[in-house]
């Protein structure tokens, strides 16, 4: 599929075409955006089980017309016990990134789904949320076909994950799965069950935060019911940016999506004409390092940001960027690598037919988080808390801090009316893969599918890559690829379609009310409109 699609009624892009259904179904039954992204959102927790769980997190940007966007931050904080002292307790020099001890953080991502349809009262009929989780429990009750990207990881993943408590027992009960297996997830269905009877708030202040604490406790992990039952999802102002195409709208800390803003911002100011040469691909890495330079001094817990006094508004300020293009040489590339990190996440996007628009991510972090699959709900913990360092610095471990995502799901309103809700997975390339697809669509013209369906770069490490060069897929001229490495970037060619480049995904609202959608041929996804 070489050119986007379009509707009028809704639409959903989903890096599995099980959960864009959901969404549409819903949609299709008279609900609104945010309903059809619960829906969405609690099926690709079942079907894509290695990019995200129902014990991972999410955040959301959600749109309405006239209004100004609504933030909603759903990450969890670091247990009471986690300190630095509890880790040299047990012997770790470093917070283990598999295992009981790094599920260490509240899985933000149920409290986040209530607090969106909260947000969203008043759109209309309610639906129930019987409805919204409906298509996700019969997934987990009959089963899925396990996809290509979930057969490999639990292979290369196999080494580490293995002997995890749960692990094996829920996801490769026969061996190591094979495409045209099928996996069941019985207890996922039941605990799902249990939250449409109960409510949202049930994994966090009823049975099920009872049954999933003291599977925690059992386990090892520094989680207690205490830290569920403190756990709230939040409101918060969304980062912002105004460049010649329009105001970006992204999450603020601890996302990078303070990075994402930076690089479009940063980029628009160099005054690129043309996709696809050389001043496209080079200006958008070098200011992708002036971005993360940022990032990497100074993002973590907002909170400690704050007493810092570093403020990421601040950095999207005019000045700033004037300041921070200047030190952009359009010829050469600047000193790299600095120190990246991975992650494993899905974005998905979501439009009805009054205009409201949201653009969502979910992650458990690494492929399969933690590893741990609690006894009774079946529920999958992510290893957020990982990213945590246990010395001093901007992401430093304390009790009830939130750690540093590399999350960020984006927005943008545009000067000639649209909407666009936009995203990827890809840990360290998420930001550059949004520069990437809003470029080539929002300032080169490019059809919103061409636009991610071509070829993309990865500065840095990602989803399972040590490496810190820049990566580009094979599909590019190759006198572009001589042309960077004259400048002086260590070019890598990898593969036409990489999976590190991430699952990008595009929805868009025009002034008209047409709406077009965009999915990612690297993924198993569909836009399914109404």
């Given at each position: 599929?070489?050119?986007s699609?379009?509707?009028?009624?809704?639409?959903?892009?989903?890096p599995?075409?099980?959960?864009?259904q959901?969404?549409?179904?819903?949609?299709?039954?008279?609900?609104?955006?945010?309903?059809?992204?619960?829906?969405?959102?609690?099926?690709?927790?079942?079907?894509?089980?290695h990019?995200n769980?129902i014990?991972?997190?999410?955040?959301?940007?959600?749109?309405e017309?006239?209004?100004?966007?609504?933030?909603?931050?759903?990450?969890?904080?670091?247990?009471?016990?986690?300190?630095?002292?509890?880790?040299?307790?047990?012997?770790?020099?470093?917070?283990?990134?598999?295992?009981?001890?790094?599920?260490?953080?509240?899985?933000?991502?149920?409290?986040?789904?209530?607090?969106?349809?909260?947000?969203?009262?008043?759109?209309g009929?309610?639906?129930?949320?019987?409805?919204l989780?409906?298509?996700?429990?019969?997934?987990?009750?009959?089963?899925?076909p396990?996809?290509?990207?979930?057969?490999?990881?639990?292979?290369?993943?196999?080494?580490?994950?293995?002997?995890?408590?749960?692990?094996?027992?829920?996801?490769?009960?026969?061996?190591?799965?094979?495409?045209?297996?099928?996996?069941?997830?019985?207890?996922?269905?039941?605990?799902?069950?249990?939250?449409?009877?109960?409510?949202?708030?049930?994994?966090?202040?009823?049975?099920?935060?009872?049954?999933?604490?003291?599977?925690?406790?059992?386990?090892?992990?520094?989680?207690?019911?205490?830290?569920l039952?403190?756990?709230?999802?939040?409101r918060?102002?969304?980062?912002?940016?105004?460049?010649?195409?329009?105001?970006?709208?992204?999450?603020?800390?601890?996302?990078?999506?303070?990075?994402?803003?930076?690089?479009?911002?940063?980029?628009?100011?160099?005054?690129?004409?043309?996709?696809?040469?050389?001043?496209?691909?080079?200006?958008?890495?070098?200011?992708?390092?002036?971005?993360?330079?940022?990032?990497?001094?100074?993002?973590?817990?907002?909170?400690?940001?704050?007493?810092?006094?570093?403020?990421?508004?601040?950095?999207?300020?005019?000045?700033?960027?004037?300041?921070?293009?200047?030190?952009?040489?359009?010829?050469?590339?600047?000193?790299?690598?600095?120190?990246?990190?991975?992650?494993?996440?899905?974005?998905?996007?979501?439009?009805?037919?009054?205009?409201?628009?949201?653009s969502?991510?979910?992650?458990?972090?690494?492929?399969?988080?933690?590893?741990?699959?609690?006894?009774?709900?079946?529920?999958?913990?992510?290893?957020?808390?990982?990213?945590?360092?246990?010395?001093?610095?901007?992401?430093?471990?304390?009790?009830?801090?939130?750690?540093?995502?590399?999350?960020?799901?984006?927005?943008?309103?545009?000067?000639?009316?649209r909407?666009?809700?936009?995203?990827?997975?890809?840990?360290?390339?998420?930001?550059?893969?949004?520069?990437?697809?809003?470029?080539?669509?929002?300032?080169?013209?490019?059809?919103?599918?061409?636009?991610?369906?071509?070829?993309?770069?990865?500065?840095?490490?990602?989803?399972?890559?040590?490496s810190?060069?820049?990566?580009?897929?094979?599909?590019?001229?190759?006198?572009l690829?001589?042309?960077?490495?004259?400048?002086?970037?260590?070019?890598?060619?990898?593969?036409?379609?990489?999976?590190?480049?991430?699952?990008?995904?595009?929805?868009?609202?025009?002034?008209?009310?047409?709406?077009?959608?965009?999915?990612?041929?690297?993924?198993d996804?569909?836009?399914?409109?109404?």
């Amino acid at each position: 599929m070489l050119h986007s699609l379009t509707c009028r009624g809704g639409l959903v892009s989903a890096p599995h075409h099980l959960a864009a259904q959901a969404g549409a179904a819903v949609l299709r039954e008279g609900g609104h955006a945010v309903e059809a992204m619960v829906a969405a959102a609690a099926t690709i927790a079942v079907v894509y089980p290695h990019m995200n769980s129902i014990g991972g997190d999410g955040f959301w940007l959600i749109a309405e017309p006239g209004q100004e966007p609504v933030a909603v931050r759903a990450c969890g904080a670091a247990a009471g016990l986690a300190t630095p002292g509890f880790y040299a307790e047990h012997g770790h020099t470093a917070i283990p990134t598999r295992g009981p001890r790094a599920a260490l953080t509240v899985a933000g991502a149920i409290g986040g789904w209530a607090e969106a349809l909260a947000v969203a009262q008043g759109w209309g009929r309610a639906l129930p949320l019987s409805r919204l989780l409906a298509d996700a429990i019969g997934h987990a009750r009959r089963g899925v076909p396990v996809t290509r990207s979930q057969v490999g990881l639990t292979a290369s993943k196999w080494p580490e994950l293995k002997d995890v408590s749960g692990f094996a027992e829920t996801f490769t009960p026969h061996g190591l799965p094979a495409l045209g297996d099928t996996l069941a997830q019985p207890r996922v269905a039941a605990t799902l069950e249990q939250l449409a009877r109960a409510g949202l708030d049930d994994f966090y202040r009823g049975d099920l935060a009872r049954s999933m604490a003291r599977d925690l406790t059992a386990v090892g992990s520094p989680l207690r019911l205490g830290d569920l039952q403190a756990y709230r999802a939040r409101r918060v102002a969304p980062l912002s940016v105004s460049i010649s195409a329009g105001r970006l709208y992204n999450q603020p800390p601890p996302t990078q999506g303070v990075s994402s803003l930076a690089i479009l911002a940063l980029f628009d100011r160099l005054g690129v004409r043309e996709a696809e040469g050389f001043a496209h691909v080079h200006g958008l890495v070098e200011a992708t390092k002036r971005a993360f330079v940022w990032r990497n001094a100074r993002l973590g817990d907002p909170d400690a940001m704050a007493a810092r006094g570093d403020d990421p508004q601040a950095f999207l300020g005019e000045a700033s960027l004037d300041a921070e293009a200047r030190r952009i040489d359009p010829g050469r590339a600047a000193p790299w690598p600095l120190p990246a990190v991975p992650g494993d996440t899905i974005w998905m996007g979501a439009a009805d037919a009054q205009g409201r628009v949201v653009s969502y991510i979910q992650s458990i972090y690494w492929e399969f988080g933690s590893g741990i699959v609690l006894n009774e709900s079946g529920v999958n913990w992510q290893n957020r808390g990982a990213s945590f360092t246990l010395g001093p610095g901007p992401n430093a471990l304390a009790p009830g801090r939130l750690p540093f995502h590399t999350l960020n799901p984006a927005l943008a309103r545009l000067k000639d009316g649209r909407t666009l809700a936009y995203g990827t997975m890809g840990g360290e390339g998420q930001p550059q893969t949004q520069a990437a697809v809003f470029s080539r669509h929002v300032l080169f013209g490019q059809d919103l599918q061409a636009a991610v369906s071509a070829p993309r770069w990865l500065l840095g490490r990602t989803w399972g890559e040590e490496s810190t060069n820049l990566k580009l897929e094979s599909r590019f001229d190759p006198a572009l690829i001589d042309a960077l490495r004259a400048a002086g970037h260590e070019v890598q060619v990898v593969g036409a379609y990489e999976d590190m480049m991430g699952h990008a995904g595009a929805v868009s609202v025009h002034r008209s009310g047409v709406i077009e959608g965009a999915t990612d041929p690297r993924a198993d996804g569909v836009c399914a409109g109404v």
